[in-house]
């Protein structure tokens, strides 16, 4: 009798996630995306293959076990979902929400080759938003401050009797602590705002990722046992010979990649031009957007333009058209195809009647006799022979210049770390960006006792980069902790000091 044959597996289209439409989350600060229904999550999730050499794992920064927390969710079983996404990610809510998995997991999915890939963003979202629901409540607040709340507290180990210090509660700072205080170390988190969550909260706008996402991760870390120290600035509140003079025995700095970077052209110095980190740190942790409910005005003239195509330029610009700006200009010197943005963030934007102008570039700004942007002056670009980067080098186009009507302009040209973790912090090498020398694989910088990770070691890149730097950083924190490995890094080659 012939072998009856294996039925073919059911083509599951991939699931869209409801998003509020354009012409209404364009005015408001609401979330955009809205998260899978039940219906569709279950769908979605079906589509995973459940592969015996799953690519997903090795596209993933921190190494979650992607296969294992969608079978769960195929079998109905939401704890286990949750348990098994937990063990390697400790802030999934915020993954699902702002992590580029386009680049990473799903970028080798094996559905990919034929199909579009599986959904595991929107999947990671929808099981840390359940695990929420559960009991991970967000907080509530009393004139922006925190009522602390309990959490569930996961296994970990017994206590070292080893103090640890983490600088700054970013991604690369959250995740590094929390491993280590299920580790057994006793942790600190050293950080210098009022609020807990970094970039997350200062730089991440309320319609990516709302800050009571944030807190809640915030409040599962701590359950972990990790202690939090607020409006605590390393390098003048207390410096890094302080910290070790307190008797902690190791420290891992995630301050992140925070001064501005400019472009250096005639007028920049104008009322009206801002730097995205202070535009958006105005609008997200100082709560700008909800003005005059909370006293921090931000002022947005008639036609807004940001330089730059990144993240940090599309959460400007549409900041921008959310606070009431009748035109927004994304200005931006390479080609659609070069733009670093997410593409979702990107068209987000477009949706939203935000106009691009490619292959552009600000030469001057302009102002008016009271010292007000007035207009800037840009001129047309092509592009050359790749640079460093890979990517082709934007060459001016003489004789190209022309005038754009603006009244605010929004520099979002990346950003280099702060220099004042590094107050009194001998034996700490830099590189000439201002970015610190440390191992790739350890995350040990050239102070004993002292690991680094994230943006300030890589300058600005992803949330889930450094969360996965803080992951590998707090690893080998561990080994050394514990008597494990006692030769200290030394890099090969010579690096700037600072």
């Known amino acids: 009798m012939a072998e009856a044959k294996k039925p073919k597996r059911e083509k599951i289209p991939r699931q869209e996630m409801p998003r509020q439409a354009p012409e209404v989350r364009r005015r408001n600060f609401n979330e955009v995306a809205l998260g899978y229904p ?33 079978l769960k969710l195929q079998e109905g079983d939401l704890p286990g979902a949750a348990a098994a996404l937990y063990a390697d990610n400790n802030l999934p809510a915020i993954c699902g929400r702002v992590c580029p998995q386009e680049t990473q997991c799903e970028a080798v999915c094996v559905l990919a080759k034929k199909e579009e890939p599986v959904a595991v963003g929107r999947l990671e979202r929808y099981v840390a938003d359940w695990k929420m629901s559960q009991g991970m409540k967000a907080p509530d607040y009393v004139d922006g401050w925190r009522i602390s709340q309990d959490t569930e507290a996961p296994e970990k180990a017994p206590p070292s009797g080893k103090r640890v210090a983490v600088v700054g509660s970013g991604p690369a700072g959250l995740t590094c602590a929390a491993d280590l205080a299920r580790y057994g170390h006793q942790v600190t988190i050293f950080e210098a705002l009022h609020a807990p969550g970094g970039v997350l909260v200062y730089g991440i706008p309320e319609f990516r990722l709302p800050k009571a996402i944030v807190y809640a991760e915030v409040d599962y870390v701590k359950s972990l046992g990790a202690e939090l120290i607020l409006d605590c600035v390393i390098g003048k509140t207390l410096t890094l010979d302080d910290v070790f003079d307190d008797g902690y025995e190791a420290v891992f700095l995630g301050t992140g990649a925070g001064l501005p970077m400019f472009m250096n052209i005639p007028g920049e110095n104008y009322n009206g031009v801002y730097s995205a980190n202070e535009f958006l740190t105005r ?3 100082m709560k700008g957007y909800l003005f005059p409910e909370w006293d921090t005005p931000v002022r947005i003239g008639r036609r807004v333009a940001v330089v730059g195509g990144g993240n940090v330029a599309m959460d400007a610009a549409r900041c921008s058209m959310r606070l009431g700006a009748d035109e927004v200009l994304i ?18 934007a477009e949706e939203e009647g935000i106009v691009f102008h490619y292959l552009t570039n600000p ?54 770390p702060n220099p004042m973790v590094f107050t009194d912090a001998g034996g700490l090498e830099r590189t000439r960006w201002g970015t610190v020398v440390a191992d790739e694989v350890t995350g040990r910088t050239t102070r004993e006792g002292v690991w680094a990770g994230g943006d300030i070691v890589t300058g600005a890149a992803t949330v889930i980069s450094a969360m996965g730097a803080g992951k590998t950083a707090a690893a080998d924190m561990d080994r050394y902790l514990r008597g494990e490995s006692t030769t200290w890094w030394e890099p090969e080659e010579e690096t700037a000091q600072a």
């Open 283 to 285: 609008v997200n942790l």
């Open 363 to 416: 030469v001057e700004i302009y102002g008016d006799d009271n010292g007000w942007v007035r207009g800037m002056k840009c001129i047309q670009m092509e592009l050359g022979e790749p640079d460093a980067s890979g990517r082709r080098r934007p060459v001016p186009i003489e004789g190209s210049e022309f005038d754009l009507d603006v009244d605010t302009v929004i520099m979002a040209l990346g950003t280099r």
């Open 331 to 348: 200005v931006y010197r390479r080609s659609r195809v070069e733009l670093p943005a997410r593409a979702e963030e990107a068209e987000n």
């Open 38 to 70: 039940d219906e569709l999550m279950i769908l979605e999730s079906k589509r995973c293959l459940q592969c015996k050499k799953p690519k997903c794992i090795e596209g993933c920064p921190v190494e979650v076990d992607i296969p294992a927390f969608i």
